[in-house]
C-alpha cells in the first residue's frame, strides 16, 4: 500500500503544473489572446489567430524575449460582450501578462471595462471605436480610430473621386458605426460637399428598398460603415440597382468582403480604408506576406497583420520593460516606436497608434491597394 501511496504521489509531482515548477524552469511568459472564434465574427477571429501564432513562431526561433518562449494561451470570446470577461478572468488566472484581444469594438470594450479593474496591459487588433482606450491607460489598439478613418475616407471622396454629394448609410443598431458616419458627414460637408440624405436601417435590410429611391438621381458617393457580410449585400445591390456610376465607399470593417460577393464586378467602384495592404512592396510587408501564405495558403488581410503586430509590440515591451511587472509593462508600450508592417507605431495620450491607412478596391477579383496614406 505505501508504494501505491508513493506511485500516486509522484504520478500527481510530473503531471499536474500547478504541483511542479517545470513550467517556470522552462521559462514562458504567457500572453492571453481573445478572438471571437466561431460564429458570424469567427472569419476575422480566425484571420488575427494565425497572424499572431505567426509571430509567436518567428519570436522564439528568434530566441523568444529575455531568453525565454512566448506561450499564446488562445480562447474563444465567441463576440459576446459577457463572455468575454468570463474569459478574460480565466486567461488572468492562467498567469497572462498581457492580453491580445479582441477584433470587435463592442466587445473589446467590455474587455477593457474589466481589465481596467486590474491593469492588466491590454491591445486591440482592430477595435477602431476612440471609446476603447479613452480614459483607460492600461488599454491599447493597433489600428487606426474611427474618427480618423472615417476623415480620410471624406476627404478622398472629395480630393480623389472629386464627388460633390454623398448619401449616408447609417446601421442604427451600431454606435461605432453610427460615430464613423456623423465624422464623414462633418468633414465632407465642411469642406464643400452636399448630404443628399442620411438613410437608417438594420441588419437584415438587404438595402435594395432605400438604392431604389437613388437610382435617378444618384450620388456621387455612398459611405457605409459596416461589417464586411452586410458590406456584401450593400455592394451588390447598388449593382444590381443600376448605381454603377456611384463609388461605395466604407471602412476597415469591410476587409473580408470578397468573400461574401455574389458578383465580383459588382466591387468595381467599391473602395474601403484600411490599416493593412498585402501589395505593399515595402520590404518587410513582403517578407510578412509570404511567410503567412506559405503558412496559411492564403494572402493575409488587415486582422492578419495588426495581430502580428500586436504580438511584436508587447515583445518589444517586455524587453524594455525587462520583466513582466505590469505597471512596468503599460509604461514601455506607452513609450513603443516600432516600425511594424503596418507602419511606424507611436500611441499617442489616448493609446492610439500612428499607422498607415490604405484605400484598397478588389480589381480583377483581388483586393489592392488604390491609394496608401502614410503618417
Known amino acids: 500500500m505505501k508504494r501505491i501511496f508513493y506511485l500516486f ?6 503531471f499536474l503544473p500547478g504541483c511542479s515548477p517545470a513550467k517556470e524552469e522552462q521559462g514562458y511568459i504567457v500572453i492571453g489572446v481573445l478572438l471571437p472564434l466561431t460564429g458570424t465574427d469567427s472569419d476575422e477571429g480566425m484571420r488575427a489567430l494565425n497572424g499572431l501564432q505567426l509571430a509567436k513562431q518567428e519570436i522564439n526561433e528568434n530566441g523568444g524575449v529575455l531568453g525565454k518562449k512566448l506561450d499564446i494561451i488562445v480562447l474563444n470570446d465567441k463576440g459576446d460582450e459577457e463572455y468575454v470577461v468570463e474569459q478574460y478572468n480565466k486567461l488572468v488566472k492562467l498567469g497572462a501578462v498581457a492580453i491580445i484581444g479582441s477584433s470587435y469594438s463592442g466587445v473589446t ?5 474589466e481589465a481596467e479593474k486590474d491593469g492588466i496591459p491590454v491591445i486591440s487588433p482592430t477595435a477602431s471605436n476612440p471609446d476603447v482606450t479613452i480614459g483607460r491607460d492600461n488599454v491599447f489598439r493597433a489600428i487606426f480610430i474611427d474618427d480618423y478613418q472615417a476623415e480620410v475616407m471624406a476627404r478622398f471622396a472629395l480630393d480623389s473621386l472629386n ?13 461605432s458605426f453610427k460615430q464613423n458616419a456623423n465624422v464623414f458627414i462633418k468633414i465632407f460637408s465642411e469642406n464643400g460637399g452636399i448630404i443628399k440624405a442620411v438613410e437608417s436601417y438594420s441588419v437584415s435590410n438587404r438595402f435594395s428598398g432605400i438604392l431604389a429611391k437613388y437610382t435617378y438621381d444618384k450620388p456621387d458617393v455612398i459611405f457605409c460603415p459596416e461589417d464586411y457580410m452586410p458590406a456584401a449585400r450593400l455592394v451588390n445591390s447598388a449593382y444590381e440597382a443600376g448605381l454603377d456610376g456611384t463609388y461605395i465607399l466604407g471602412t476597415d470593417a469591410w476587409d473580408g468582403i470578397l468573400t461574401y460577393m455574389t458578383n465580383p464586378e459588382a466591387m468595381k467602384n467599391g473602395l474601403y480604408s484600411a490599416p493593412f495592404s498585402f501589395d505593399d512592396q515595402d520590404e518587410e510587408v513582403v ?8 503558412a496559411f ?12 503586430t500586436c504580438v511584436y509590440i508587447l515583445a518589444e515591451a517586455i524587453k524594455t520593460a525587462n520583466g513582466t511587472n505590469k ?16 507602419g511606424h507605431i507611436k500611441f499617442d495620450a489616448n493609446n492610439n497608434p500612428q499607422t498607415n491607412v490604405y484605400i484598397i478596391q478588389i480589381k480583377d477579383g483581388v483586393y489592392s491597394t488604390y491609394l496608401k496614406k502614410r503618417l
Open 9 to 14: 504521489i509522484i504520478v500527481l509531482i510530473i
Open 327 to 342: 505597471e512596468e509593462l503599460v509604461s514601455a508600450i506607452k513609450a513603443s516606436k516600432l516600425d511594424t508592417i503596418t
Open 109 to 113: 470594450l467590455a474587455l477593457a471595462k
Open 287 to 294: 517578407i510578412f506576406v509570404k511567410k503567412y501564405f506559405n
Open 163 to 175: 464627388a460633390k454629394t454623398a448619401l449616408i448609410l447609417i446601421n442604427d443598431t451600431n454606435e
Open 297 to 308: 495558403s492564403q494572402m493575409p488581410l488587415s486582422g492578419s497583420a495588426t495581430a502580428y
